[in-house]
């Protein structure tokens, strides 16, 4: 059974760049990994999505140009890149296995990491 953690979450100014991890002790190679997020009183939101093949699949053009998804296999990890945050950027975000292509709806998820944008 699929494990996914996510780390990498923090507190940030405006402006500023994380980058959150997605691991796991079970191989993710074969699974398509996508990144969501939640705001406080709102919707989890799909961000981007990568497959086995490492094509991406954006759920969002609010990120775009500043969002980035990208795999280690090596490192068994996928990771969400996020430059130049914003205060509504702030959000607890998830990564979440979508079997092997990207369809936009996870099944396993991981416990979330929470990112907060602020001065």
């Known amino acids: 059974h699929l494990h996914l953690v996510e780390s990498g979450g923090d507190l940030v100014r405006p402006g500023g760049s994380l980058r959150l991890s997605c691991t796991s002790k079970?191989?993710?190679?074969?699974?398509?990994i996508g990144w969501f997020r939640q705001a406080p009183g709102k919707e989890r939101d799909g961000i981007s999505c990568?497959?086995?093949?490492?094509?991406?699949?954006d759920y969002t053009d609010s990120v775009k140009g500043r969002f980035t998804i990208s795999r280690d296999s090596a490192k068994n990890a996928v990771y969400l890149q996020m430059n130049n945050l914003k205060p509504e950027d702030t959000a607890v975000y998830y990564c979440?296995?979508?079997?092997?292509?990207?369809?936009?709806?996870?099944?396993?998820w991981g416990q979330g990491t929470q990112v907060t944008v602020s001065s």
């Open positions: 979440a296995a979508e079997s092997d292509y990207c369809s936009g709806y996870g099944y396993l």
């Open positions: 079970e191989t993710i190679e074969h699974f398509a």
């Open positions: 990568i497959s086995p093949s490492n094509e991406i699949t």
